[in-house]
């Protein structure tokens, strides 16, 4: 059984930093795609960045380049997004998400949720506020 389990939301203030973190579990691939998706009220679920395991190549919105870092620990099975000078729009429910079919290519791994066949963590919320 796959299972994602996002951990670290919470509310901080504009300019503030929080990092996510995503355990994995329930299967062992060696080339996947897997990135951070976000959902504020009202609005669509949007892809924020992601990595090609396996491939070495990380991918993310543009609202968020500079910003935010997508990372992995293969040893702990744990994705984790460093979120940096947070803005008030990137408030929102945080989701880990795992594709795990074989990427065509690394550009495959771009976090397009309408492309992804994936297995969704729980959520985290992120709320930035003064």
């Known amino acids: 059984l796959v299972q994602l389990v996002e951990s670290g939301g919470g509310s901080v203030q504009p300019g503030g930093s929080l990092r996510l973190s995503c355990v994995a579990s329930g299967y062992s691939y060696k080339r996947y795609c897997m990135g951070w998706f976000r959902q504020a009220p009202g609005k669509e679920r949007e892809g924020v960045g992601s990595i090609y395991v396996g491939g070495d190549r990380t991918f993310y919105a543009d609202s968020v380049k500079g910003r935010f870092t997508v990372s992995q620990d293969n040893a702990k099975n744990t994705l984790y997004l460093q979120m940096n000078n947070l803005k008030p729009e990137d408030t929102g429910m945080y989701y880990c998400?795992?594709?795990?079919?074989?990427?065509?290519?690394?550009?495959?791994?771009?976090?397009?949720?309408?492309?992804?066949?994936?297995?969704w963590g729980q959520g985290t919320q992120v709320t930035v506020s003064s």
């Open positions: 998400a795992a594709d795990l079919r074989l990427p065509e290519t690394a550009a495959s791994c771009f976090p397009n949720p309408g492309k992804w066949n994936a297995y």
